[in-house]
């Protein structure tokens, strides 16, 4: 089973409530991108935003900041079900991760494009699932790395009963490369919140394997 997972990239609360309203009633989840505009050039809404969000979506947090040890105890304070963090900040990651998994919040551990899968298996057991970002990270409608395909198929050949997630440039015509390959995870931003019709983006992406 494949699952869809909206991203939301909101620079305002007001932005991130836009988006939390666009969603509801047509998925069960959604993904909030926190951006410090260290590690990456923009800064978005963070944990006490989506600590004031009133919603019955199930949301998920992925830490796009160089120092994640400064929000994760924030985000084990809200509601927020799982926390991706990727490895390439600083920081203890197998300890804010072991801390999560203690809080009972699912873990994922993100690499970017440039970095090679070996860099993940120290943290491997701690994690429910790997996520592979499929962009350079940062904004919406970033181009599609294509050099991530046979990444994703070298871990999905060692690590097969290791979930993978995928995020950035998901669209019905990238989304059968990444099925096959090995994702069952499709985290998809730009395409489905900017869509006119955010039921018919998500069928799209759904009948797109």
Not at 142 to 166: C, G, M, Q, T
Not at 178 to 189: C, F, K, Q
């Amino acid at each position: 089973m494949i699952e869809i997972i909206p991203a939301i990239i909101a620079n305002t609360p007001e932005e991130l409530r836009n988006a939390i309203a666009k969603l509801e009633g047509k998925t069960k989840r959604a993904s909030v991108d926190i951006m410090d505009g260290i590690f990456v050039p923009a800064k978005t809404v963070g944990p006490q935003e989506i600590l004031d969000i009133k919603t019955d979506l199930k949301l998920e947090a992925h830490l796009m900041v160089q120092d994640p040890e400064n929000w994760v105890p924030k985000l084990l304070e809200t509601d927020i079900e799982s926390i991706s963090i990727q490895i390439e900040s600083e920081g203890d990651i197998k300890k804010l991760l072991q801390e999560i998994k203690d809080s009972r919040k699912k873990r994922r551990l993100v690499l970017n494009p440039d970095t090679e899968i070996d860099s993940a298996i120290p943290y491997l057991d701690l994690i429910n699932a790997i996520q592979f970002m499929t962009v350079y990270p940062g904004k919406y409608g970033a181009p599609f790395v294509e050099k991530i395909i046979p990444k994703i198929k070298e871990f999905h050949s060692r690590y097969p009963d290791i979930p993978i997630a995928v995020d950035g440039g998901v669209n019905p015509e990238t989304a059968p490369k990444l099925v096959t390959a090995g994702a069952s995870i499709l985290i998809s931003g730009s395409y489905i919140i900017q869509s006119a019709n955010i039921e018919e983006a998500i069928n799209n992406l759904q009948s797109a394997y």
